[in-house]
């Protein structure tokens, strides 16, 4: 697997905003499926119908994104990988024990950073400046 992406990438991919044209440009170019973990799938899913609630964004415009994600997935677009569960729970409390009380990363940061580099990847897809340092620390390359 090349690359692992956060939920502020998948937001750009799926909700209209500044950084949707970098997303989309990036992912035109991915030679296989973006891979997305089941917290990931979860937390982006959740973030939508939360954004819905707060009024953040129109109900429509939150359930269009993730009928477009669903849709996605079924076609293969996106994968939803087998993940060890414990190697990923093991490597994000080793991430957190280095990183987080120097630099203030959410349990959610964590275990993304933790999943990419249980899943291998190589690249760390985000527009979050936090989480874009803490997989550039633990040796992933950020993009786009």
Same mark, same amino acid.
């Not at 760390?124 to 786009?144: C, H, N, W, Y």
């Given at each position: 697997?090349?690359?692992?992406?956060?939920?502020?990438?998948?937001?750009?991919?799926?909700?209209?905003?500044?950084?949707?044209?970098?997303?989309? #440009?990036?992912?035109?170019?991915?030679?296989?499926?973006?891979?997305?973990?089941?917290?990931?799938?979860?937390?982006?899913?959740?973030?939508?119908?939360?954004?819905?609630?707060?009024?953040?964004?129109?109900?429509?415009?939150?359930?269009?994104?993730?009928? #477009?994600?669903?849709?996605?997935?079924?076609?293969? =677009?996106?994968?939803?990988?087998?993940? #060890?569960?414990?190697? =990923?729970?093991?490597?994000?409390?080793?991430?957190?024990?280095?990183?987080?009380?120097?630099?203030?990363?959410?349990?959610?940061?964590?275990?993304? =950073?933790?999943?990419?580099?249980?899943?291998?990847?190589?690249?760390?897809?985000?527009?979050?400046?936090?989480?874009?340092?803490?997989?550039?620390?633990?040796?992933?390359?950020?993009?786009?």
């Amino acid at each position: 697997m090349t690359a692992y992406p956060d939920a502020s990438f998948l937001f750009s991919l799926y909700i209209s905003q500044e950084n949707t044209a970098a997303a989309c #440009a990036h992912a035109t170019t991915m030679k296989e499926p973006i891979h997305v973990g089941s917290a990931l799938s979860f937390e982006f899913a959740n973030a939508l119908r939360y954004a819905a609630f707060r009024k953040a964004l129109p109900a429509s415009t939150a359930m269009t994104a993730l009928a #477009a994600f669903e849709s996605d997935i079924d076609n293969g =677009v996106i994968v939803i990988p087998s993940v #060890a569960w414990e190697e =990923v729970h093991r490597e994000a409390e080793r991430l957190s024990n280095i990183h987080t009380v120097r630099a203030g990363h959410t349990s959610f940061d964590i275990l993304h =950073v933790a999943t990419a580099l249980t899943l291998k990847a190589r690249e760390f897809l985000s527009f979050d400046a936090k989480q874009r340092t803490l997989a550039i620390a633990e040796g992933l390359k950020t993009k786009p």
